[in-house]
């Protein structure tokens, strides 16, 4: 029944060990979306695609990439991981960009 | 620039109680506005979006109303129950199609 499904639930990683997240989506949407939060704090985007099209953020990290290799899979690659890229990774998706968004669970990053 | 602020940063009300959380936004040139719960460690759920015709939403316990005149937009929630305690948070879709979010109401329901 899951709709947005994020692997894994919980990663740890080493600082400047990259990582890879993983989103994939059962919903056929065209917008797929990462957001970066840190406790108590509101999600942050970092970048979206609209279809193939990618968006970046202004204020996205170089450390920060995207791939999304079809309309159901996205990833978020951390090239270089610091101990503040420590955070909930959440991707979401909608269908056309001002339409409701549905999150995924959330992959919980530590970096040691 | 558009700003959402949610106040207050935390609510806590007996079970059984009809509570009401607040969202305001800047900016009135809004395309639509979203509610969402997240529960601890957990993603978001979209509980209710209001399109920027629209006045109100509702689904099950939950309503949501919309003012763009005046800024602000509500959160309902009737007959609140120990499960409906969350961090509730709203964001509202400019008319750049950015999405900018509001702090959030973190609630709890004493049993």
């Known amino acids: 029944d899951a709709m947005v499904i994020q692997n894994p639930r919980y990663q740890v990683t080493q600082f400047g060990k990259p990582v890879t997240l993983s989103c994939s989506q059962t919903?056929?949407?065209?917008?797929m979306y990462w957001y970066q939060q840190k406790s108590s704090q509101a999600p942050k985007l970092l970048f979206h695609y609209y279809d193939k099209d990618f968006n970046n953020e202004a204020d996205t990290p170089d450390n920060f990439q995207s791939r999304r290799p079809n309309t159901s899979f996205c990833f978020l690659d951390i090239r270089s991981p610091g101990l503040g890229d420590a955070a909930m990774y959440l991707c979401?998706?909608?269908?056309?960009?001002?339409?409701?968004?549905?999150f995924g669970s959330g992959t919980q990053l530590s970096v040691l | 620039k558009q700003e959402v602020t949610q106040i207050p940063a935390a609510l806590s009300v007996p079970e059984g109680e009809n509570l009401v959380l607040n969202c305001s936004f800047t900016d009135s040139a809004i395309y639509n506005l979203q509610w969402f719960r997240q529960d601890p460690g957990k993603g978001l759920t979209s509980l209710l979006l209001?399109?920027?015709s629209q006045r109100e939403q509702t689904s099950g316990r939950l309503n949501a109303s919309l003012d763009k005149s005046s800024g602000r937009s509500t959160l309902y929630i009737a007959a609140s129950q120990p499960g409906d305690s969350a961090t509730y948070l709203c964001?509202?879709?400019?008319?750049?199609?950015?999405?900018?979010w509001g702090a959030g109401t973190k609630l709890i329901i004493k049993p």
């Open positions: 919903l056929n949407h065209n917008v």
């Open positions: 209001i399109q920027s």
């Open positions: 979401a998706t909608s269908r056309g960009g001002g339409e409701k968004l549905f």
């Open positions: 964001a509202v879709k400019d008319s750049n199609y950015q999405l900018i």
